[in-house]
């Protein structure tokens, strides 16, 4: 089942439904904002593609619920997301970051609005949300995890036009890995990640040096001080992990 917004684009849809004779689908002109499982039922697989960024903040928000309220496993979202936060807004009581991107013009008809085919419909601005704030809106709308598509890209390779993959369903134990199992999801942050592996720190030749020359014992007492001095990062190694180092060097 497919929902577009133009009588235009409805009518393409029909001429290949009926060259290729396709006879399991069906389409509707019809606002997706008007999307609901009363209205249109329920889906294994719903495809928003190339229409998320073509609504305002709130608008695009209820339609992530809508597409929640329809689907039955699977999401799969294709949109342009803002690479900085230029703009913020407050959706029930959290906040999301973005960009606000021109539609059309203030002085334009409903008819010169309706022939932009690659526009909105009637509004005259979107909202692009960033990728975090993207994620953290599929989160609360319920979606148990979302995985950013890497491959395979679209055309241009453009930074700011993503595929993502969103599941609906009870959260999945992970039983490889007990402490990512026993996180509680919390929001994405804004901006880049600044947690990463000590290791991708430069270091100059005087701490390479002793790194390379201290023996364990001296390393192990030295560490706590420059922690307490946040030269070193924080210790995350899981605690089971540092016992079991214990119980294997004694």
């Given at each position: 089942?497919g929902?577009e917004?133009?009588a ?24 997706v904002?008007?999307l ?31 597409v929640?309220?329809?689907c ?8 342009f ?7 913020s807004?407050?959706i ?13 013009g ?13 526009a909105?419909l ?5 909202f ?74 430069p270091?100059?030749k005087?701490?390479?040096?002793a790194?390379?020359l ?9 560490k ?6 946040k ?9 089971f992990?540092?016992d079991e180092?214990k119980?294997?060097?004694a």
């Amino acid at each position: 089942m497919g929902i577009e917004g133009r009588a235009a684009s409805v009518a393409k849809c029909e001429f290949v439904k009926k060259e290729l004779q396709l006879q399991r689908i069906e389409f509707f002109q019809d606002d997706v904002r008007n999307l609901s499982a009363a209205k249109y039922g329920e889906f294994d697989v719903v495809i928003c593609s190339g229409l998320l960024y073509h609504l305002p903040a709130r608008d695009a928000w209820r339609l992530i619920q809508s597409v929640y309220e329809t689907c039955k496993g699977l999401t799969i979202i294709d949109t342009f997301i803002a690479l900085k936060d230029q703009i913020s807004v407050e959706i029930e009581g959290s906040t999301y970051h973005g960009h606000i991107y021109p539609e059309h013009g203030q002085t334009d008809s409903s008819q010169e609005k309706l022939q932009k085919l690659w526009a909105s419909l009637d509004n005259d601005s979107s909202f692009w949300f960033t990728e975090p704030s993207l994620i953290n809106l599929l989160a609360r709308a319920g979606f148990s995890s979302s995985f950013d598509v890497l491959t395979p890209t679209m055309p241009g390779n453009l930074r700011d036009r993503k595929t993502y993959i969103a599941i609906k369903g009870a959260r999945t134990e992970i039983l490889s890995s007990e402490p990512t199992n026993n996180t509680t999801h919390s929001d994405v942050p804004e901006g880049v990640n600044p947690r990463f592996d000590p290791s991708q720190i430069p270091r100059g030749k005087v701490f390479m040096a002793a790194k390379r020359l201290l023996p364990q014992p001296v390393k192990n007492a030295v560490k706590p001080v420059l922690r307490a001095l946040k030269i070193l990062p924080p210790d995350t190694t899981p605690s089971f992990q540092r016992d079991e180092g214990k119980e294997h060097k004694a």
